[in-house]
T-cell receptor, first 116, second 115 residues
């Protein structure tokens, strides 16, 4: 079975400094990987996705993530944090279940705080 | 307005009562999902549906019932609520098989408290 681990439950940065949110996955085959963002009292929104094309994936709002198979990682980065980036971020991996329908497996989430 | 809407947004109920959470989407997406979000667990899949009249269990289906008589609606019923079902519930939809695109469109959630 596949799984995903977000290494930090909370990350705090100052506005204008880089953001790094770490995600490791386990998979018995080539996975599809995603990052979702959840702003307070809102639903989740897709930030970016990796589906076996380019290993460096660019998403919305200046975020990007790099798929590293050797390290089984898919870390999310942004060069310069903005106050509006404060949210919870979920790393997600795809999986297949017995019925043949695929599903998404969510990590526990990383709460990003951005300070002035 | 187009989108996916959940109701009620907030609900307080008592142990043993039946509760139904509604989900409505205007995109005619084939796939619909119910997740629960609990601290430290991320989102866990309760039930999903690939089309009208086709539903299947997810990771944590016990205590829940779903139906999908129309493409646009996917209600979730807690037949006899328990305190362990206190959670935030998210409905989501997708036009395609999520493995291919990964993109689910989420409602804003329904916060349920069971006393």
């Amino acid at each position: 079975a596949q799984s995903v681990t977000q290494l930090d439950s909370h990350v705090s940065v100052s506005e204008g400094t880089p953001v790094l949110l770490r995600c490791n996955y386990s998979s018995s085959y080539s996975p599809s990987l995603f990052w979702y963002v959840q702003h307070p009292n809102k639903g989740l929104q897709l930030l970016l996705k990796y589906t076996s094309a380019a290993t460096l994936v660019k998403g919305i709002n200046g975020f990007e993530a790099e798929f590293k198979k050797s390290e089984t990682s898919f870390h999310l980065t942004k060069p310069s944090a903005h106050m509006s980036d404060a949210a919870e971020y979920f790393c997600v991996v795809s999986d297949s279940i017995s019925s043949g329908y695929n599903k998404l497996i969510f990590g526990a989430g990383t709460r990003l705080a951005v300070h002035p | 307005d187009a989108g996916i809407t959940q109701s009620p947004r907030y609900k307080i109920t008592e142990t043993g009562r039946q509760v139904t959470l509604m989900c409505h989407q205007t995109w005619s997406h084939s796939y619909m999902f119910w997740y629960r979000q609990d601290l430290g667990h991320g989102l866990r899949l309760i039930y999903y549906s690939a089309a009208a009249d086709i539903t299947d269990k997810g990771e944590v289906p016990d205590g829940y019932v779903v139906s999908r008589s129309k493409t646009e609606n996917f209600p979730l019923t807690l037949e006899s609520a328990t305190r362990s079902q206190t959670s935030v519930y998210f409905c989501a939809s997708s036009e395609y098989q999520p493995l291919n695109t990964g993109e689910l469109f989420f409602g804003e959630g329904s916060r349920l408290t069971v006393l």
